[in-house]
Structure formats: structure tokens, C-alpha cells
């Protein structure tokens, strides 16, 4: 900054007008951020000066430019890039974000390549927060400048230690008669030569010495001017420290003393430069230190403070009107001053009309031939509006503009300011993440102005319901996030949570319509769900989805102490990241079969998730996760990757190979270079690319149509077949079987489970059928689990079969097996005999039992965790065969308690799981070995030989906890 106040700024413009007419990417790397951009916005390369400004890496580079950086890919934001692509450079002003999250403002620049056929952009980024601050203090330094240019007899300069360099105000010129047009910014060695050959060594040593131990000097010596005349110099400097303490240079005065012999007072000095002293913007002071007595202050000083130099002569101290709350820090920083260096802070006072300014000093202390402290002057100026500037700029990066809620930093501050408090104590506190259902029907219906007044007066009521200590943010849009400071137990949150569903009971009265709204609501809790801030939100988001699931109007509670399922995804949550980097994803085959020949014609590949604990982990449980915490990208490449190289062994063992379709999830499509990568992972593994397939469901496609559609006809292109999976599951599925190129549609398995006891179910099946055979498209039934769904399959002509019926996903190896068998032969569960998996005598109960499953401990380790509902299907005195929808391990180590009530007595058992078979995606079935002593185990035989008795001998049944309903309709 001391260097701009001797330099021109004009110069520094006219080379930014310059560069911004001739764009020169070698020299305009070290100015400002420049990105290299593609037709679509994508990010091809960028400077350094990017990275250092924004923060990302090339890792975060992978999205589109104007989603990472602006967050904002509007209309109007592609319009500005259509232009510059057709040679017109654009200009325009918008919000970046930081990779932190803070937000800047920045002018961009979008300016188009000069080759012919190209169609890239320079984005050119200038920080205007920063630019507007500079600027202004660039602006204060030039009427300084301006000022001391016309005092004659004093020269100011900056000497840049770091780079050998020296600045001077225009006296220079004039003090050694030299050109006044040249250049002049001498190194040390170079201004030494007009140094007096018997003064030379007296002012190298003091300058060198002064540099050592960074402290200032005063010293008198002659000069030599150009025209070989002598003068008599007073300098007096002062060293200049950056924030890190390390050395920048000096800033000083040159005074010729030759003829006017100017006294060491500073009120001779200010005869010479009352321009200056006339400044209203900048205040010039000198103090007598000695005595503590003004010698003098400018006009800038009367209309900084309110107050005269006859108020100062008359004892009034300049740190009686400092403000009461800096007032201990600007006693601090008088200690810089005994070292020798200049001072240069910022702080408050408080004006003679009650005005509270902010301002901003620079003190230069003069010493006496002993070392003390005699005199100091300064300049102070008025950054009062540049400082409510920042604070308003820090606002709107911690605020929301329509509902002055805290934004996402600052709530992460709270956050972690609850998890510094309550670290090592039993107080626990919720985070609750809240979605307005359905906000986007109120915009598109009643319009925005509407919507926005509803989030408003929304906010308004939430917070009446929250207690002082709790915190009400806005994550975006129709999202808000509370924290709720203290909770005593599960029940009591429960009661919280349902007060804020009471207060939206009544309907929002906006302008002449009556608004009726709900929310889903979904809760983590410290420390059970996490013990940082990004465990603790994700997992509130975990369990908004969960709320989701369950309709409109609900909440789920993520707590381990709520259920075996919760607990579960609390550990999926924790472990996913290390479970990526440790590689614990492995891949299972599920075959797809002609239903005519029973000949496996395809397979989906499925990863699973081997996990320590919970053994595998099927993908809709981490996947979901995975898209959040950003790893979905890692993954599926994996996913890629090990398929081609798969297919790639098969085909070297000899054995015939069918199309491997695999599941990619919506964020690929949005990347142009993506297909160009999947070429690569082809190409490099020495595979054909008819040999994979692709699956995308609907909402990839709601995702951006446009770059989905783009990149589809690029895989087609490369001989990719494209699956449209879950067909019938959306909205507008039928129009984009004309828009997009698929090959095949698989039809949703819900509606294949349904397709006998709907007739809705079953005729949409026939429809999409016979609509696929129109198109030319294949189909593909997933979800088949009987002989009667496969038959019925048959008759309406769908040739393609994926299900239990034939056979579960499996690893590489069985499947290998299964690619050698080449056909497949149906078992029918409803026609299959349940096989006794236990020695001992079962009781089948006519109806499921109902009981209460609990997780008890894991590898000796006892866990509190809440029930989970089960069936069970038989039982013995060594143990039982029950039904879930619980994805549990086979461990030894892993104790289960079972609670339920027979003969209206409670039974209570305990055992581990020996056994377990997959029913289909959703249901498991598995098999419970006791760990009972010998007078429980006599107990339990007393009881189930009653039981037995009653049912073989009685018309109806004997009391028990049964369940009437199907047990796909229970676990729904």
C-alpha cells in the first residue's frame, strides 16, 4: 500500500485497460483470476491465482464453472456465455462463492478466444470487495501524495526492502536536480552515489543496521546533486512490518536543510505543507510526547473528531474520546511505538456530537540522540463508511436478506460452539433440518411475491415457538435448519417437535389468499448421531429423507437410542468415507433371463458394501449418503472400472460374456467430458462397448434435460446401450421415450409384486409392453419372485426376467458359475417347502407373531438402543425363524433380545443370528439360535407345549400377538 502512495495510479489502470483490450494470459496470470472455459461452462483450466482467491482445486473443478463459483447457472448467466462465444466479450457483476462458503463480490469478464473455430471463453474474475477497499485507500495515499508534492524542501519515500527499491515523492527531482520525466525508483547502491563520499558509509551502515534490527533512524548527511552542488539532508525513517511481523521496508522523510536550517519541531514543517493541513479527509497531527501537549493538528483532524485545535491546546487528549471498548487495545499498541516501528491500527471514537466513527492511524515516533521517545506524528483518516461497507457485506454472507435468519455459516458457528459446550457432558441438543412441503405449488400458483411473504411470516411463527437459546436458520429456498439448545430426553423432543407442527395448524393470510402448509421435519441428536457439525446436519438430512418417506407432515428422529435401523445408519454415516478409501466395495451379479429358453442373456451389477460390523450393506442404504458427502462420483467410476475389467477376465477365461448393465447416478451426466472418460475405462481394459450397459432413472433426467440428453447420444455413439430403469414409477415418463434414445425399459418392481392383486398394476403392465414393442424397445420385468408373475409375463410376450425367482445378486465367482451353466431353472418360494433349519421340534404359528427385536450388544460391547418390529414365523425351544426388513449380520458376537406375548405371558429371549436368506430386495428371513439356561429354556418348553395343546385341540386360536396382515403391507 506504501508503494501506491508514491505511484501513479493512472499507470495501473491504463495497463488493466490494456489487458482487458489485449487479453495476454502469460501476463495476466499474476493479476487477477483468469479460467479457461468451454461452450458448455465447463472448466478446461485455470491460473494459480484461482486457486489461491477461490480456494478450490482441480478435484472441485469437475462441475459446471458457474455452479461451483456462482451457484448460479441462469438463464441470463448461459446468455452472457452464448455471447462471448459468438465473439462479443461480456462484463457483468455477480456473487462468487469461496470453496469456505463466504461470499465475494466480483466483476467477470467473459472474453472470446481469437481462433478461428474455437469455441472457448476466458473468464477474467476481479474481486471488487477487495478492489473497492483498495481503491479507496489508494485514493486517501494519492491526495496524501498530492499534498507533500507541492511542500517544498520535503520528500517523502517508501523504501521496499524486498525487492531493493526505492519510491519518492516529485521533490526528489528537484533535491538532486536530476530529470523530472525519468523514472526514478533507485536501488540502495544506486542512491548511495549521491551520497557524499565522506557521508556514504556513515548512511549505508545506519540503513543496514536499521534493517537488522528493524528499528527507525534519524540522521543528517549531504547530498551531490546531478549538477555537482551540495546539500545538507535531515532523513528520519521508520520501518514497516507486514501482518506476519516480517520486514516490508521503510517510510519516511527527506528534508534539505541546507538553506532554511528547519528546526526538529514539526510546527516549523507544517509552515511548508499547510495544503495538507487544510485536507478535510485526513488528519495530520503531531504530539509532544515529553509533555503530552499538542503541537499540532490539521482541519482533518476538526472535522474528524468535532473537536478544534483549541480544545486539543487545551488539554483535551486524543485518547479521552476513544471508544470505551478499544480503548484497552489501542493502550496495547503503544508498545509499537517504544520499539521503533510505526503504528498502524483501527479503532473507534466517539465524536464531539455523540457520532461513533471509525478510523484509522499511522504513527511515526521520533527519538532523541538517547532513545527516548520525544515526539509523534500521524496521519488519521475517517474509514467510518468502509467499515459499515464490510459489515454489511459480512451480514449478507451470515444472513438471510428475506428473513434475516442466520445462514449456513453462521449456524455451523453456533453448532460448533453447542459441541465445544457440551463435549464431556451428558447434555444433549437436536438439530432438526425442515422442509416446507410442496413451496414450489405455492410460487408456480400465487406467485413469488406471495412465496416470499409466506417464508417471512412461516419464520416469524417458528420462532415463537423456540426458546431463547435455540436457533432458527435458513438453509435456502424452502429448507431451514433449528438447533434446539438443551433436550432432556427423546419424549421431551418429541413433545418440541409437535408444538411446531401445532403452530402450522393455522392457515398464513396473505394478501387475499389463505395458505395451508406442513413441513417434514428430520432430527439428529448430540452426541448419539455425531459429535461434529457435518455428522450431526447430514445426518438430519438422513433422517429428512427418511421423513419424506413416510408422506407429508412427518418427522423422523435419528437417534440410536430410537431403533436397530437408526443406529445402523448412524454407523453407515460414520464409516462411508474410510469404507471408500479402504476399498471395502465389492460387486455383486444379478442375471437377466430369457423367459422363453431360461438362458441368461444380461446381468445388473450391484455393488455391496462389506462392512466390519453390519457384514453387507446393500446400496440403497449408503448410497443416498454417498451422493451427499460427495463421494457418489468415486464410487460409481469404481463401480465402471471393475465391471470392464471383470468382463475383461471372463473373456480371457473363455467364457461367452453378456451385457453388464450398471446403475449411474444423475451427477455424470451433467459433466461433458464424462463419456470421453467412459471411452477411456473401455478402451483401456480391451473391451467392446456393446458389452455394458447404462441404467438412469427419471429424476436423472429432471436434472438438467438438456446435458443429459447430450450426453446420452454421446454414449449411444459409442455403442452404449442406455436403460431407462424404473419405468412407470414417474410423472411424464411416456414423452421421454420420444425424446431420448433408449434401448431398454425396465418396468418398476412395485407394479411386478402388485400385478396380482391390482388390476390397475397389472394393465399398466400390459400398456408399457405393448408400447415397448411399437418403439422397438427391449423390456425387462425386475422384481420377479413367483412362477405365477413369470407366467403372466409370458402371456403378455416379455421376454426379459430379472428376479428372485431365478436368482439373487451374487458374487463374481457364483456368477462366473451361473455364465457357465447358461441357463436358469425358476424356484417358486410359494411352491418350495420350508426346510427344518433347527433339531428341535417347531411350533408354525398360523399368523405371524409379533415381537420387539432389540440390538443388546455387538463384539461385548452393550448398546441402549429402542425396538424394532419383527415377525415371527416358528419357533422352538433352541430358537425361532422370523421375518424383516432389517438388513442384520450373521455374528456370533451380536446378541438380539426378543420380546413378545404368548398365552398373555411375556416372553422374553435372547440369542444370536445363525442363518439368514433374502425373501427379495426388501424382506430377509432369518434364523435365531437361544441363549437360554436350563430353567428359561424348561420355561419356554412349558409355554409352547400349552400353546400347541390350545391350538390343536380348541376352534380358535389361543391369545397371542398375531399379525393378520400380508407381511409385505406390514413392513410398508
Same mark, same amino acid.
Given at each position: ?54 480456494? @478450490? %482445486? ?9 455452479? =461451483? ?32 462458503? %463466504? ?61 531493493? +527499491? ?84 521503510? $517510510? ?17 514543517? &507544517? ?86 466513527? *471509525? ?50 455459516? #453462521? ?10 459446550? @457440551? ?22 400458483? =400465487?406467485?413469488?411475491? $406471495? ?27 424452502? &429448507? ?30 396473505? %394478501? ?36 419424506? #418417506? ?92 471393475? =465391471? ?29 467430458? *464424462? ?40 454414449? #449411444? ?22 425424446? @431420448? ?38 423390456? $425387462? ?18 421376454? &426379459? ?8 445378486? $451374487? ?84 446378541? @438380539?433380545?426378543?420380546?413378545?406375548? +404368548? ?5 422374553? +429371549? ?39 395343546? +390350545? ?13 393378520? =396382515? &400380508? ?6
Amino acid at each position: 500500500m506504501m508503494k501506491k502512495f508514491f505511484e501513479k495510479s493512472s499507470e495501473r489502470e491504463q495497463l488493466i485497460l490494456e489487458l482487458d483490450k489485449e487479453l495476454i494470459p502469460e501476463v495476466y496470470d499474476y493479476l487477477n483470476t483468469i479460467v479457461k472455459l468451454d461452450e458448455n461452462g465447463n472448466i478446461i483450466s485455470y491460473n494459480q491465482v484461482f486457486e489461491s482467491q477461490f480456494g @478450490y %482445486n482441480e478435484r472441485d473443478l469437475k462441475d459446471n464453472f458457474f455452479d =461451483v463459483v456462482l451457484k448460479n447457472n441462469s438463464s441470463e448467466i448461459r446468455k452472457y456465455l452464448e455471447k462471448a462465444l459468438s465473439g462479443e466479450t461480456q462484463k457483468f457483476d455477480d456473487i462468487g462463492f469461496h470453496k469456505n462458503g %463466504n461470499q465475494v463480490d466480483i466483476q467477470i469478464a467473459l472474453i472470446p478466444t481469437k481462433k478461428k473455430g474455437s469455441k472457448h471463453v476466458y473468464a477474467i474474475l476481479k474481486n471488487t470487495t477487495n478492489l473497492q477497499q483498495q481503491e479507496k485507500k489508494l485514493n486517501q495515499f494519492q491526495k496524501m501524495r498530492e499534498a507533500f508534492d507541492k511542500v517544498d524542501y520535503i520528500c517523502c519515500f517508501y523504501y521496499d526492502a524486498v525487492n531493493d +527499491l526505492h519510491y519518492f515523492s516529485k521533490q526528489i527531482t528537484e533535491m538532486l536536480r536530476i530529470n523530472p520525466v525519468k523514472k526514478f525508483t533507485p536501488s540502495l547502491n544506486h542512491i548511495l552515489r549521491y551520497v557524499h563520499t565522506e557521508d556514504k558509509e556513515l548512511v549505508r551502515t545506519t540503513v543496514l543496521k536499521a534493517l537488522d534490527e528493524r528499528v527507525g533512524f534519524q540522521i543528517e548527511y549531504r547530498l551531490i546533486r546531478a549538477d555537482q552542488t551540495i546539500c545538507l539532508v535531515r532523513e528520519q525513517s521508520g520501518i514497516l512490518l507486514d501482518k506476519k511481523g516480517r520486514l516490508e521496508g521503510f $517510510v519516511g522523510f527527506i528534508q534539505d536543510i541546507t538553506d532554511h536550517k528547519m528546526s526538529d519541531e514539526l510546527l516549523e514543517k &507544517e509552515k511548508n505543507i499547510s495544503i495538507l493541513y487544510d485536507n478535510p479527509d485526513i488528519g495530520i497531527w503531531s504530539i509532544d510526547f515529553q509533555n503530552s501537549a499538542t503541537i499540532s493538528i490539521s482541519k482533518g483532524i476538526e472535522y474528524i473528531s468535532g473537536y478544534t485545535q483549541g480544545e486539543f491546546n487545551n488539554g483535551l487528549q486524543w485518547v479521552s474520546i476513544v471508544h470505551s471498548e478499544d480503548l484497552q487495545h489501542y493502550m496495547d499498541n503503544q508498545v509499537t511505538l517504544e520499539k521503533g516501528n510505526i503504528l498502524q491500527h483501527q479503532y473507534r471514537i466517539i465524536a464531539k456530537n455523540g457520532d461513533i466513527k *471509525w478510523v484509522q492511524d499511522y504513527t511515526i515516533p521520533t527519538f532523541d540522540h538517547h532513545g527516548n521517545i520525544i515526539r509523534l506524528n500521524g496521519i488519521t483518516s475517517d474509514i467510518t463508511e468502509r467499515k459499515v461497507l464490510e459489515e454489511q457485506i459480512k451480514y449478507l454472507a451470515n444472513y438471510d436478506v428475506l428473513t434475516n435468519l442466520p445462514k449456513r455459516n #453462521k449456524l455451523i458457528e453456533k453448532l460448533e460452539q453447542l459441541i465445544k459446550e @457440551y463435549t464431556n457432558s451428558k447434555q444433549q441438543f437436536a438439530v432438526i433440518k425442515l422442509d416446507i412441503d410442496g413451496f414450489k405449488y405455492v410460487n408456480d400458483t =400465487v406467485g413469488n411475491d $406471495v412465496g416470499d411473504e409466506l417464508l417471512k411470516r412461516f419464520t416469524s411463527r417458528i420462532t415463537n415457538y423456540l426458546s431463547a437459546n435455540d436457533v432458527l436458520a435458513r438453509r435456502g429456498g424452502d &429448507e431451514f435448519i433449528i438447533l434446539l439448545d438443551k433436550i432432556d430426553s427423546i419424549s421431551s423432543l418429541k413433545m418440541r417437535v409437535n408444538s411446531i407442527f401445532e403452530c402450522l395448524n393455522e392457515p398464513f393470510n396473505i %394478501n387475499d389468499y389463505q395458505l395451508y402448509i406442513t413441513a417434514s421435519l428430520g432430527i439428529s441428536v448430540y452426541p448419539e448421531n455425531g459429535v461434529t457439525s457435518l455428522e450431526l446436519l447430514r445426518n438430519a438430512n438422513l433422517a429428512l429423507l427418511n421423513a419424506k #418417506k413416510r408422506g407429508k407432515n412427518n418427522y423422523y428422529i435419528l437417534s440410536q437410542s430410537s431403533s436397530i435401523q437408526s443406529f445402523k445408519n448412524y454407523s453407515i454415516g460414520r464409516d462411508l468415507k474410510k469404507a471408500v478409501e479402504n476399498e471395502e466395495m465389492v460387486l455383486y451379479f444379478q442375471p437377466q433371463v430369457d423367459s422363453r429358453s431360461n438362458q441368461i442373456i444380461g446381468a445388473e451389477a450391484l455393488i455391496r458394501w462389506n462392512h466390519s460390523e453390519w457384514g453387507l450393506i446393500s446400496p440403497h442404504e449408503f448410497l443416498i449418503i454417498a451422493e451427499e458427502n460427495g463421494l457418489i462420483t468415486e464410487i460409481d467410476n469404481w463401480v465402471i472400472h471393475e =465391471v470392464c475389467q471383470q468382463i475383461k477376465t471372463w473373456k480371457n477365461r473363455g467364457i461367452q460374456v453378456i451385457p453388464i448393465s450398471i446403475n449411474i447416478s444423475a451427477i455424470h451426466f451433467l459433466k461433458p467430458d *464424462w463419456p470421453s472418460q467412459v471411452a477411456r475405462i473401455i478402451r483401456d481394459a480391451g473391451i467392446q462397448p456393446n458389452e455394458i450397459e447404462f441404467e438412469v432413472t427419471e429424476t436423472t433426467i429432471l436434472s438438467n434435460s438438456e446435458m443429459v440428453k447430450n450426453s446420452i447420444f454421446n454414449l #449411444k455413439e459409442l455403442g452404449i446401450k442406455i436403460t431407462l430403469d424404473d419405468f412407470g414409477k414417474g410423472y411424464s415418463s411416456l414423452s421421454y421415450l420420444t425424446e @431420448y434414445p433408449f434401448d431398454v425399459i425396465k418396468i418398476d418392481k412395485t407394479f411386478i409384486r402388485n400385478m396380482h392383486q391390482s388390476d390397475r398394476d397389472l394393465h399398466l403392465i400390459k400398456s408399457i409392453i405393448y408400447m415397448a414393442k411399437g418403439l422397438q424397445l427391449r423390456v $425387462v420385468a425386475e422384481g420377479v419372485e413367483t412362477i405365477r408373475q413369470l407366467k403372466t409375463l409370458q402371456q403378455q410376450q416379455c421376454h &426379459e426376467i430379472q428376479g428372485y425367482l431365478f436368482s439373487h445378486p $451374487v458374487p463374481s465367482d457364483e456368477f462366473e458359475t451361473l455364465l457357465r451353466k447358461k441357463t436358469l431353472q425358476p424356484i417358486d418360494p410359494e411352491q418350495k417347502a420350508l426346510e427344518s433349519k433347527r433339531k428341535h421340534y417347531r411350533l408354525n404359528f398360523p399368523y405371524p407373531l409379533e415381537a420387539d427385536i432389540k440390538l443388546i450388544s455387538i463384539a461385548g460391547r452393550n448398546v441402549e438402543l429402542g425396538v424394532s418390529k419383527v415377525l415371527v414365523e416358528d419357533i422352538s425351544i433352541g430358537g425361532l425363524r422370523f421375518v424383516s426388513n432389517l438388513k442384520l449380520p450373521i455374528r456370533g458376537d451380536v446378541i @438380539y433380545q426378543f420380546e413378545t406375548e +404368548l398365552l398373555n405371558t411375556t416372553v422374553i +429371549l435372547k440369542g444370536n443370528i445363525i442363518w439368514k436368506e433374502e425373501i427379495n430386495e426388501d424382506l430377509v428371513e432369518y434364523g435365531i439360535q437361544f441363549i437360554l439356561n436350563e430353567d428359561e429354556q424348561a420355561a419356554l418348553s412349558n409355554l409352547l407345549n400349552s400353546f400347541i395343546i +390350545l391350538l390343536t385341540n380348541q376352534s380358535f386360536l389361543p391369545p397371542y400377538r398375531k399379525v393378520s =396382515v &400380508e407381511r409385505s403391507q406390514y413392513f410398508k
